[in-house]
């Protein structure tokens, strides 16, 4: 079995107001881009440039 994890901190000033919105969204597209040309694990950096997190898939991973 594997799983996908994806942590994202939003306590810094990439995500205030009505921004955090788009910034969290903004992260998810790029992560899904990067799975999907095969990055199984990476840091993930806000608009700003910071270090807000990892996504990782953990266990097996098998050939769909």
Not at 24 to 35: E, F, M, N, P, Y
Not at 36 to 55: I, K, P
Request: avoid cysteine.
């Amino acid at each position: 079995m594997s799983m996908f994890k994806l942590t994202i901190k939003t306590d810094n000033a990439a995500f205030e107001g009505r921004d955090r919105y788009a910034e969290v969204a903004r992260i998810l597209r790029k992560s899904a881009d990067w799975v999907e040309n095969g990055t199984f694990e990476s840091t993930v950096f806000d608009y700003n440039g910071n270090d807000v997190g990892q996504f990782k898939f953990s266990g097996k991973m098998e050939d769909a």
